[in-house]
Structure formats: structure tokens, C-alpha cells
């Protein structure tokens, strides 16, 4: 467990932290007091530790002292990570430097610590590399959620250590689920977010990845080599995790699901539900045609906003950032900045006014379309070009859409007079 030492220590262990680092090399003495540990702490609120938080623990046994290379450290310009996020201005670095885990247990984190079984080589290599890229001049790098972040420089130093042997094990074995699958199985208990992301993620989530690949998420580094075995530089054969110490477990945070939650029947439900709610407004205009229709016109001006901003958001993602994993989404079929029309025209339709077009008409014809647009994509699942994970978003709309459009009442779209 990582201790708190006194100021002395720790500036004296800087001082050759540097000198060792301006030499290039580190005495192979002092290699062997060094203890190599990764810690693994589960997720948090705040979003982007959702999927938890990796790095790598370096303890001294002469001088009793713990640094922690970490690649999570981030900073951005304003009070804003989201903003800024969008606004492609967050940077990240790699930081070499105390760890307080009390921070981490304050927030209630999980947290276990897996000590590595490493011959001197391997720490030869890890230490020379962390020294070297937390250096000013080397510490930034272009962070991608899958390809380059806090788990994978984790993976890759460990990787290095050992001589590329982990990739060379998991570089082609295929990987248990999918990105998209793997996100959400970590934000199944918020489900708008989970839903929001699942709408957001693009088709190239959905591709098959290796166990390399998984280690994007630091549980599945630690899955992956709890049981690993190498072959050191002597060609002696070495279990590299040779123990795990729990640190802590969260007592009020949802656990992070072994596999993702099939959801889409939970949101065809709600889907449904809807379309039943709708379909009886518009029968009951027979009986009370104003109510029902300022209830149609309201209902249709809220999904309107809620389909024209989501599909705002997804058009900025994908012409505007350089994500790329929004990329190549067909949800853009039937999810688009031009729906947010629909928005005014509900209003003139629970108002009943005509503002130079029919409203009922140009409602009708436009959820028409949606509905079409999205049966269109369940469709195109079929082909391997087109496929993408979004039965969720499929089935929680297009019942909607069917609902309000002229295929199931056209005679009801026509003007009709108050009773």
C-alpha cells in the first residue's frame, strides 16, 4: 500500500530521479528495490473517469518511496471540460509524482493494487522509458479514448517491460465483446447517458477487436494479466502478477457489469408505450378535437426539439470533430438538424394556425419520413457495410414516428374543425 514519506526523502529522490535520467541509466543495484505495481481504480461521477483510471506505481524500498507514472493527467482552458472537449482544447500528459490514494477512496472508487513479478531487465526497460516520457519536452501526446489513453500507456509500458511478449498473447486473440459493448456495460445504470451514447457511437464501435484492443479499460488489463505468464531474460518462466491487494471496494456505486445489458426491449417498450399513448389522442379527436390536438401539437414540438438537437449534435461530431468514433453513423438518416421544423410547426398545429402551410400535413409528412428513414436502417443491418449496434435508438423512435405519421390515420391529418 502506497505510505506518505517525509519532504527529505522526496527531494532527495527527485534529485536522482533527474541525475539518472540526465545519465540514461539507473544502477542495477537499485533496480532491484524497485517494486513495480499497477493500480486500477474503478469508475467515478464525473464522465471522463466513467471507465475507471489506471497507472503505474514505481516503490523504493531502500528510500520507502512511491512515485506513479500516470497518462491521465489533463488540463483545459476553462471551468468546462465538456466545452472544451468539444472544443477539441483539452491536452494531455504523462506525470510521474506522488499518489494520494486517499483521494481515490474518498470517492468511494474501487480500488486494487496488482504487484508485477519483473527481472531487472524488464525494470531496466519500464524505468528508462517513464523517465524519458515524463519529460517536458515528451510528456504531451494526442489522447484517443481507445487507441491512446490512461490504460493503453499502462499496457504498452508493461508490454515494453517484458519485451512485447502481452501483445504478442492478446494481439490476435479475439476480444469478448465489442468498443460500443464495452462503453456501456459501464453506464448502464444512467440510462439516458447510456442511451445518448449509444446514439452518438458510430459504426467503427462495432467492428471486432482483439484482447489487445480491450485494454482500452483498465479492468481489462488487470483481467487479462492476473493469470499471464512470460518468459524473463534468463528464459525462465514468470507468472507477471505475483499478487493482488484490494485497496478498497465502492459501497454505493453500481458495479460495473461482467457483460453489456441487451436494452434495446426496454426502450422498444418505452417505445411502444408511446405510440400507444399517441394513438389514442389522435382516435379520441373524434370526441375532443381541440384537447387532442394541442396534446398532438405539444408532443410532436418536444420530439421535434429532442431529434433536431440530438441530431445537431451528432452532425457537429461528425463534421466538425475529429472523433472518430461518431464517424460512419447512420443514425443521420433519422436524426438531423432539419427536424428541429417540427418544433414551430407542432406549435402552429396546437394552435391551429396556418402560417402559409398546413402543419397537420407537413407534421404527417415529415414523421412519415422518419419512420421510413429508420425501418430504412434496421434494413440495412443486414449489410455489413452498414452495420451498427443501434437497435436501441431504432426502437424507441421509429414506433413514435409510425404513431404520428399519415400511414396509420391519413384521414386524421386533414383539416378539421373544432367541436
Not at 436524426?335 to 398546413?358: E, H, Q, R
Request: glycine share 6%; charged share 20%; aromatic share 16%.
Amino acid at each position: 500500500m502506497l505510505r506518505k514519506y517525509n519532504t527529505v526523502v522526496f527531494f532527495f529522490f527527485i534529485f536522482a530521479l533527474v541525475i539518472s535520467s540526465a545519465y540514461g541509466q539507473t544502477d542495477p543495484q537499485e533496480l532491484d528495490d524497485y517494486i513495480f505495481k499497477l493500480a486500477v481504480f474503478g469508475p467515478s461521477e464525473d464522465i471522463f473517469v466513467w471507465w475507471g483510471h489506471a497507472a503505474l506505481i514505481v516503490e523504493d524500498t531502500r528510500w520507502n518511496y512511491s512515485r506513479a507514472f500516470d497518462w491521465g493527467i489533463f488540463y483545459y482552458p476553462s471551468d468546462n471540460f465538456l466545452k472544451d472537449f468539444i472544443k477539441e482544447q483539452v491536452r494531455y500528459r504523462v506525470t510521474a509524482g506522488y499518489f494520494n490514494i486517499r483521494e481515490y477512496t474518498d470517492e468511494d472508487r474501487d480500488i486494487t493494487i496488482y504487484t508485477l513479478d519483473l527481472d531487472r531487465a524488464a525494470k531496466e526497460r519500464m524505468i528508462s522509458y517513464a523517465q524519458n516520457i515524463v519529460l517536458p519536452e515528451n510528456c504531451y501526446y494526442d489522447y484517443h479514448e481507445f487507441r491512446d489513453n490512461c490504460a493503453t500507456g499502462v499496457r504498452d509500458i508493461i508490454d515494453l517491460g517484458i519485451q512485447g511478449q502481452l501483445k504478442a498473447s492478446f494481439g490476435d486473440a479475439p476480444g469478448r465483446f465489442t468498443k460500443r459493448e464495452h462503453v456501456l456495460r459501464f453506464s448502464w445504470s444512467r440510462p439516458f447517458s447510456n442511451w445518448f451514447l449509444g446514439f452518438l457511437m458510430g459504426q467503427d464501435l462495432d467492428r471486432q477487436i482483439t484482447q489487445w484492443d480491450e485494454m482500452f479499460l483498465p479492468v481489462e488489463i488487470a483481467r487479462n494479466i492476473a493469470d499471464f505468464t512470460y518468459t524473463d531474460d534468463s528464459g525462465d518462466s514468470r507468472k507477471l502478477v505475483s499478487s493482488a491487494q484490494i485497496i478498497n471496494s465502492s459501497k454505493n456505486r453500481p458495479p460495473v457489469l461482467n457483460a453489456p445489458l441487451v436494452t434495446w426491449p426496454f426502450f422498444l417498450a418505452a417505445g411502444l408505450m408511446a405510440a400507444a399513448v399517441i394513438f389514442l389522442i389522435r382516435a379520441g379527436q373524434a370526441k375532443n378535437i381541440r384537447l387532442c390536438r394541442e396534446l398532438l401539437g405539444l408532443i410532436q414540438a418536444l420530439l421535434g426539439l429532442f431529434l433536431g438537437l440530438s441530431g445537431s449534435v451528432l452532425v457537429f461530431g461528425l463534421f466538425f470533430m475529429s472523433n472518430d468514433y461518431i464517424q460512419q453513423n447512420i443514425n443521420i438518416l433519422f436524426f438531423n438538424p432539419f427536424l428541429l421544423i417540427i418544433a414551430p410547426l407542432g406549435i402552429l398545429s396546437a394552435t391551429k394556425k396556418s402560417f402559409y402551410v398546413n402543419p397537420d400535413k407537413l407534421l404527417g409528412i415529415l414523421w412519415t419520413y422518419v419512420s421510413f428513414a429508420g425501418s430504412l436502417t434496421v434494413l440495412a443491418r443486414a449489410l455489413p457495410f452498414f452495420y451498427q449496434q443501434n437497435q436501441s435508438v431504432q426502437a424507441l423512435i421509429i414506433p413514435v414516428a409510425f404513431a404520428l405519421s399519415e400511414i396509420p390515420f391519413p384521414r386524421l391529418l386533414q383539416p378539421q374543425k373544432d367541436a
